[in-house]
């Protein structure tokens, strides 16, 4: 709580066994600046930053009311197409913004895109977590380690699980593909027994049309979504606005309403039980040896 303003917020600090990493104090300086570049509805507001006497480096976020994706989806298993628009299309429009300023996020997920929850009732969809965010123009790069590849695995496009420094946005594009994939059938279309297994699978097969998978999906969203998770990135859409405007034309085509930045209380979510939250999947890093592998 700001002792001057009253205000609650979330305080982000790196773990103490951690805060000397140069490296990784590096980054996590530069996440709070490529959250605070956007200001947008929907993405978390970074208030401050610093670093103590002794080191120590935070960030001081708004705090949120809610409940993350990941936590929404492991509760219900799937969301209705609706639901799925209502939360991912103001998301990719926060993700046009970052594309703009020349910030990739590289670690879309369920559990970092947040549905805040406001007194009235209203969520607001709400990404998070720009921890390994790179910056297109070159100059502050939270890239990976060398001989290293970042991500997590099941929302990796190929190109990342190859190890591949050419990240632009059509990694992220990918991913949002996969995390509309997994909404609207509550599964991921790439598993594994292991990482490394999950990420030969996204190199090596195609994900499944989602009208294929359930009929009642209708075809002009399941297209749209299918070319979100081509192999080759030049074979994806063009860009995040592209791939946000065709999916909101498909949703027009389709019948369905469109949501603002806020989702309506119209078709209320059920959130997980206080105490049900999960431990978000962390950032997995693979050693050299085995990314080239896979290519292999």
């Not at 570049?37 to 480096?57: A, F, M, Q, S, W």
Request: hydrophobic letters at 40%.
């Amino acid at each position: 709580r700001h002792l001057h303003t009253d205000r609650p917020v979330a305080i982000k600090i790196l773990r103490p066994d951690l805060s000397h990493d140069l490296t990784l104090g590096r980054r996590f300086i530069r996440e709070a600046k490529a959250a605070s570049l956007l200001r947008h509805p929907n993405v978390v507001e970074v208030l401050d930053l610093g670093i103590e006497d002794d080191g120590t480096v935070y960030q001081v976020l708004e705090l949120l009311d809610g409940s993350s994706l990941g936590s929404v989806l492991e509760f219900k298993g799937s969301l209705g197409v609706t639901q799925t628009l209502e939360i991912l299309l103001p998301v990719m429009g926060a993700l046009v913004a970052a594309h703009d300023r020349g910030i990739i996020h590289r670690d879309l997920k369920p559990d970092n895109l947040f549905l805040a929850r406001s007194h009235d009732g209203r969520l607001t969809p709400t990404l998070l977590d720009f921890g390994i965010a790179k910056m297109m123009d070159g100059k502050q790069s939270l890239a990976t380690r060398t001989g290293s590849v970042m991500g997590t695995p099941h929302y990796m496009a190929p190109e990342q699980a190859r190890g591949s420094k050419a990240h632009g946005p059509g990694i992220d594009i990918w991913a949002m593909g996969i995390i509309a994939f997994e909404c609207l059938t509550g599964a991921v279309p790439f598993d594994g027994e292991s990482p490394t297994l999950v990420l030969l699978k996204i190199l090596t097969e195609r994900a499944p049309r989602l009208d294929v998978i359930d009929p009642a999906i209708p075809a002009p969203i399941a297209e749209m979504i299918d070319g979100a998770l081509r192999l080759d990135p030049a074979e994806r859409h063009a860009s995040m606005s592209a791939f946000l405007e065709g999916l909101r034309a498909a949703a027009e085509v389709a019948g369905y309403d469109l949501p603002g930045p806020s989702v309506s209380t119209a078709n209320p979510l059920t959130f997980p039980p206080p105490g049900a939250e999960t431990d978000p999947v962390g950032v997995t890093e693979l050693p050299e040896d085995e990314v080239l592998s896979l290519g292999e």
